[in-house]
T-cell receptor, first 112, second 113 residues
């Protein structure tokens, strides 16, 4: 079974802090994705990566950056957290693109 | 621009009932359509993936159909159980749109014992 893990289930940060969200998958998948999910807006793609050190912007990349130094790990970075980045963050991976995406449990981030 | 709509937004049924969840999309040029399940406060679990050349996929009590010409998909759940209570989301990947999933907002299903 594919397993996607995220570093934290719940996180509380203060405005202006630098925030790191980590995602690890154990199935040697090429593609990894970061989404945020908000009520009434659904899932929105922030960034995705199709190979180590490769990344592509999604629909809402502003205020975020990503890093993929190793195939199994994809990090989402909030350079200076703001209250409007309070959300549920979901990481996913897939072997091919397009293909079935496997999701992690999510990180509920609150920025005060 | 592709848009995905799921109606109704919420549904409540008694245990044992057969039910249908609906998903519609505006552009029929899709690569595939996927159905996911999300339990409250948790990540998503892939249920079924239908390629554009397929008409339906089945997994246990779940059956998903695809009608590209009308821009519709349905998820049929047979003999519903309280454990089926969750939010069900559909998503499509269009041809030539850099292969991003376009998501519906989901249908929140409650199955009452």
């Amino acid at each position: 079974d594919v397993k996607v893990t995220q570093s934290s289930r719940y996180l509380v940060k203060r405005t202006g802090e630098k925030v790191f969200l980590e995602c690890v998958q154990d199935m040697d998948h090429e593609n990894m994705f970061w989404y945020r999910q908000d009520p009434g807006l659904g899932l929105r793609l922030i960034y995705f990566s199709y190979d180590v050190k490769m990344k592509e912007k999604g629909d809402i990349p502003e205020g975020y950056s990503v890093s993929r130094e190793k195939k199994e790990r994809f990090s989402l970075i909030l350079e200076s957290a703001s209250t409007n980045q309070t959300s549920m963050y979901l990481c996913a991976s897939s072997l091919w693109n397009p293909d079935t995406q496997y999701f992690g449990p999510g990180t509920r981030l609150t920025v005060l | 621009k592709q848009e995905v709509t799921q109606i109704p937004a919420a549904l409540s049924v008694p245990e044992g009932e057969n039910l249908v969840l609906n998903c519609s999309f505006t552009d029929s040029a899709i690569y595939n359509l996927q159905w996911f399940r999300q339990d409250p406060g948790k990540g998503l679990t892939s249920l079924l993936l239908i390629q554009s050349s397929q008409r339906e996929q089945t997994s246990g009590r779940l059956n998903a159909s695809l009608d590209k010409s009308s821009g519709r998909s349905t998820l049929y759940i047979a003999a519903s159980q309280p454990g089926d209570s969750a939010t069900y989301l559909c998503a499509v990947i269009g041809r030539g749109n850099n292969r991003k999933l376009i998501w519906g907002l989901g249908t929140s299903l409650g199955v009452n014992p």
